[in-house]
């Protein structure tokens, strides 16, 4: 499958970038590239402008001679230099002509992200699977694994998207917590108020109207760890790894709750012990019910 609304086709599972261009002084649209991404050197955009790499919604290609045009949209190929490679494979549990079900391993990205391309779940899918059209209708964390589903035809894309905000799709997720002794319960029920934390990267409670809720089942425990299975109602940034916090049993193996660990520090064999179980729901094309489940396991401590 190709896609024809787009100037450039999709090359090895990644489409095209697109920026728009601003008012502003620069004499080309070269100049404003070479400017703008200066993570790229001079001698890589000339390189793509030679290559024909750089085109315009219109289909023209950019030139380095090109005046600057505002505004104009110029789609060009993001690439990255030594991408680090991940070493888990996805897998693909479902397809047919409206989903592809995927299962994710643990520190690969849903969508191209940062320092991530080639390495994503997107990228390889689409790689995989010959399907330019392909887009996630949801997301879960780099860190956690799991399933995640996304839409083949533009034309159902979006009566598949409107499950989630009606929540009409039940998720189940499961997670190794600390657990401690005495502890006999978990609340069946916990709610609270989230809200971007000072640091991008982190959300925070804070006091007043709850804006997310999380039903929970204690399913093990022994040996200072639980299994836990947990149901977001909402679907917060970082929801359950936050909840998870403020009950005092933080997920095993997290990056960023409760402490923030530098940037590049991933350990393969440390992964967030979280993972995206299971989703259900009615088909709102088909009328099916549809259920997944993910072949993957989280397990307590030996005995």
């Known amino acids: 499958m190709t896609n024809r609304r787009l100037p450039l086709p999709t090359r090895d599972g990644v489409g095209p970038?697109?920026?728009?261009?601003?008012?502003?002084?620069?004499?080309?649209?070269?100049?404003?590239?070479?400017?703008?991404?200066?993570?790229?050197?001079?001698?890589?955009?000339?390189?793509r402008i030679a290559a024909g790499d750089v085109i315009d919604e219109h289909h023209v290609p950019v030139t380095t001679e090109r005046r600057y045009q505002s505004?104009?949209?110029?789609?060009?190929?993001?690439?990255?230099?030594?991408?680090?490679t991940i070493p888990f494979e996805e897998q693909v549990l479902f397809q047919d002509d409206q989903l592809v079900v995927a299962d994710k391993p643990p520190f690969l990205p849903v969508t191209p992200t940062g320092k991530y391309l080639?390495?994503?779940?997107?990228?390889?899918?689409?790689?995989?699977l010959k399907i330019d059209d392909l887009v996630p209708l949801h997301?879960?964390?780099?860190?956690?694994s799991g399933l995640v589903l996304f839409s083949v035809r533009p034309e159902t894309r979006g009566a598949y998207q409107a499950m989630f905000p009606e929540r009409r799709i039940a998720k189940?997720?499961?997670?190794?917590?600390?657990?401690?002794?005495?502890?006999?319960?978990?609340?069946?029920?916990?709610?609270?108020?989230?809200?971007?934390?000072?640091?991008f990267m982190r959300v925070k409670e804070e006091p007043g109207e709850p804006n997310s809720e999380t039903r929970i089942v204690l399913q093990e425990a022994r040996n200072g760890q639980a299994l836990l299975k947990l149901s977001p109602v909402t679907g917060r940034k970082h929801q359950?790894?936050?909840h998870c916090m403020a009950l005092g049993m933080p997920i095993v193996n997290d990056p960023i709750y409760p402490?923030?660990?530098?940037?590049?520090?991933?350990?393969?064999?440390?992964?967030?012990?979280?993972?995206?179980?299971?989703?259900?729901?009615?088909?709102?094309?088909?009328?099916?019910?549809?259920?997944?489940?993910?072949?993957?396991?989280?397990?307590?401590?030996?005995?």
């Open 172 to 199: 189940h997720y499961e997670a190794v917590v600390p657990w401690h002794d005495g502890v006999s319960s978990v609340p069946e029920v916990y709610r609270s108020r989230l809200v971007d934390d000072e640091h």
């Open 118 to 128: 080639q390495q994503s779940l997107l990228v390889r899918l689409k790689r995989k």
């Open 240 to 242: 359950l790894r936050v």
């Open 71 to 84: 505004p104009l949209r110029v789609y060009y190929y993001r690439t990255l230099d030594g991408e680090v």
């Open 259 to 303: 402490t923030l660990l530098p940037e590049n520090t991933d350990d393969f064999d440390k992964p967030l012990q979280l993972l995206a179980k299971s989703v259900a729901f009615l088909d709102p094309v088909t009328g099916d019910l549809r259920s997944f489940t993910s072949p993957r396991s989280l397990s307590l401590a030996p005995r």
């Open 17 to 47: 970038s697109c920026v728009g261009l601003p008012h502003g002084p620069w004499p080309t649209i070269a100049e404003f590239l070479i400017e703008r991404f200066p993570a790229i050197t001079r001698e890589a955009w000339l390189e």
């Open 139 to 144: 997301r879960i964390d780099r860190s956690t």
